[in-house]
C-alpha cells in the first residue's frame, strides 16, 4: 500500500488532523516498504517477518497472535512455515504443559539479528533526524500513547 506525501501546513497555522493523519500515514508506508524489503532480502514474508521480529523473546500462540493482531489460526500457518525452515520450535511451556512456547532455534537467533541489523540500517525518515529529534520524538510519540506520560 502506498500512501501519498501529506500537504504542506500552512506555517502560521497549525496542522489539522488531517494532515497529522496524512503525514503519519506517509511515514508508516515509507517504514513498511523498508521493512518488507529488507525481510524479502532473508526470504521472509511480510507475515512471517512480523511474527519473527516479536519472537526475540519466547511466546504462546496466542501472544503472538495478539501482537500480530489476528486470530491464532492465522498464527499457526505462519509458525508451521517458519518452523519447517529451522528457526524456530515449539516447546511446553514448564509452567503449563498445556501451553506450546514458540522459541527461536540456533539458527533462528542468528537470522534473526542479521534481519535486525539489516532492518535498522538506513531507516527512511528517521535516519534524518539527530539525536535531540529523535528523543523529542519519542517523548512525543510516548505522550500519544500515554496521555499522562510528561516529555523531558
Known amino acids: 500500500m502506498v500512501f501519498t ?3 504542506a501546513a500552512p506555517s502560521l497555522e497549525a496542522p489539522t488532523l488531517e494532515d497529522l493523519v496524512a503525514a503519519f500515514l506517509a511515514v508508516m508506508g515509507r517504514l513498511g516498504q523498508h521493512f ?3 525481510s524479502a532480502e532473508f526470504d521472509l514474508s511480510p ?15 496466542g501472544e503472538l ?16 512455515r517458519l518452523e519447517a525452515r529451522g528457526l524456530v520450535e515449539r516447546q511446553a511451556d514448564p509452567d503449563d504443559r498445556r ?6 532455534t540456533a ?18 525518515c528517521l535516519d534524518v533526524l539527530d539525536g535531540d529529534d529523535r528523543r523529542h520524538l519519542c ?3 510516548a505522550q500519544m500513547l500515554d496521555p499522562g506520560t510528561t516529555g523531558g
Do not use: Y
Open 5 to 7: 506525501e501529506p500537504r
Open 36 to 38: 518488507f524489503q529488507r
Open 47 to 61: 507475515q512471517q517477518a512480523k511474527a519473527f521480529v516479536e519472537l526475540r523473546q519466547p511466546l504462546s500462540m
Open 65 to 80: 497472535a495478539e501482537r500480530l493482531f489476528c486470530d491464532a489460526s492465522n498464527v499457526t500457518g505462519i509458525v508451521d
Open 99 to 104: 501451553v506450546r512456547r514458540l522459541v527461536l
Open 107 to 124: 539458527a533462528g537467533q542468528e537470522l534473526w539479528q542479521a534481519h535486525h541489523d539489516r532492518v535498522f540500517h538506513d531507516v527512511p
Open 139 to 141: 517523548n512525543l510519540l
